[in-house]
């Protein structure tokens, strides 16, 4: 089992290896073309190597740390975990809301909602989409939702890979037989030489 899961894990850095090798990466955060270039290469060695991408990932964690949990409060707790755990914000203050809606919820049923609990669950969900219609989220946007999350991870680790690359780059500098050398633009690097 042990040698299975290695071979699946070589197979996959390979996968990945393989793109990194094909397609040109331009080290450039600020440059939108740049950043959109990034995250594709990044979403085809996710779709070739079988990766999750940064909403399936979440939705993955939701799923198996939730799946044994009775209860909404319970459920709604382990998100707010779950949230914190990842470093995402709640910029909108949408947590709260949802904590008010079930607190609503359960003061109408008066007892703790189950999530078994079919017409309980129906009116919590009526409330949820009260707070995203408040909010100006729409079920149908969740597509651009995570394409504007990947393209803000894309951009993250564009200005990560610019960081080392500087670093490296003077580090290298102050070595001797470097010291008369022009450093490059990190914009010129082309990844694909230093796999």
């Known amino acids: 089992m042990l040698k299975n899961i290695f071979i699946e894990v070589k197979r996959k850095f390979e996968t990945a290896l393989g793109i990194l090798k094909k397609e040109k990466i331009t080290i450039d955060p600020e440059d939108p073309a740049a950043v959109a270039q990034y995250a594709k290469v ?9 990766l999750f991408s940064e909403s399936q990932r979440i939705k993955y964690t939701i799923d198996t740390r939730t799946k044994d949990i009775p209860d909404a409060r319970a459920y709604l707790t382990t998100l707010r975990e779950i949230r914190i755990k990842r470093g995402l914000t709640d910029e909108l203050g949408a947590e709260a809301m949802m904590f008010d809606a079930l607190d609503k919820v359960e003061k109408e049923l008066k007892k703790p909602l ?5 017409k309980g669950m129906a009116l919590l969900m009526a409330e949820f989409d009260k707070i995203n219609a408040k909010l100006g989220i729409r079920r149908q946007d969740l597509p651009k939702y995570e394409e504007a999350l990947e393209q803000k991870i894309s951009k993250a680790q564009l200005e990560e890979l610019k ?6 780059m003077e580090t290298q500098k102050k070595r001797e037989e470097f010291k008369d050398e022009e450093m490059p633009s990190v914009k010129s690097l082309d990844l694909r030489n230093f796999i």
Do not use: Q
């Not at 990044?42 to 079988?50: H, V």
């Not at 189950?114 to 079919?118: G, I, M, P």
């Not at 960081?163 to 490296?168: P, Q, R, V």
């Open 42 to 50: 990044m979403k085809t060695i996710r779709e070739k190597a079988d």
């Open 114 to 118: 189950l999530r078994n609990d079919k």
């Open 163 to 168: 960081k080392d690359a500087l670093e490296a």
